[in-house]
């Protein structure tokens, strides 16, 4: 059974309620230049919009972590801020009842981002393991919807590695001159799941920052506004603005 039948199914099921989008990418790639302009191009009089960042928690193992990242805190350092992610969209699917939802990232970056870990050496097979189980565990018991719509946002690793050396991030900068294939990394799993999320049939598109410079020009965050105003309009037609649920989504009139 495909994705959209499965869809169709459950159209009669779920009441007309307004989209969660889940922006995807690495660190760098200008997601959250991205999210928040989509956010703002849909903040119009006739339409209700809310951007859900990411909060920023007191994580006690981050700084040990960043000082040897292969010192056993990765898995620690990694459920802490998914444990803090998971509580933090507890109430999404009541709040897109009433206003269409942007996430960045969507928790999906987060389980992402462990397995960029261990790839790198820093967790474990088994840790890896036990981070799975915890985080489909938490998505079920916080009952967090499945996105609607996934922006996958990514760039050229080498535009990435740049960017993080212009915004002078402590952390970052750490992480690259240590550790510059990491982002290699982060590079190839996003697409990874990009191309994941594609086969299952999940309403996904892909935007290359690398080809429009959004984060500094007038004219790149045009361009970033209409691919993504582009592509949402295109999947909207083509499964008649269904939810994940099946449900009849919401969107502004220009959509």
Known sequence: MTAESQVDGREQLALPRYPLIAFIGPMGCGKSVLSTLLGQNWDVPDYKIVRI???FVDNPYLQKF???PGGGLSLSTQLFFLKSKAQQLKEIGGICRDTAVVVDPGIEMDR???TAHYVMGWMSTEELGEYIETYESLRRTNEIPEPDIFAVVNANPDVIRQRIQGRGRVFELSLLKRFPDYFDV??????DYYRELQKSGRTVFRV???KMDFVNTPDGRLAGVREIGDWTSYY???RGKLGA???????PSFV
């Open 53 to 55: 960042e990411e909060a």
């Open 66 to 68: 960043y000082d040897n």
């Open 112 to 114: 992402i981002f462990a």
């Open 186 to 191: 982060l590079h190839i799993l996003v697409d």
């Open 208 to 210: 290359d920052s690398g």
């Open 236 to 238: 909207m037609r083509r």
């Open 245 to 251: 649920d099946g449900a009849k989504l919401i969107f």
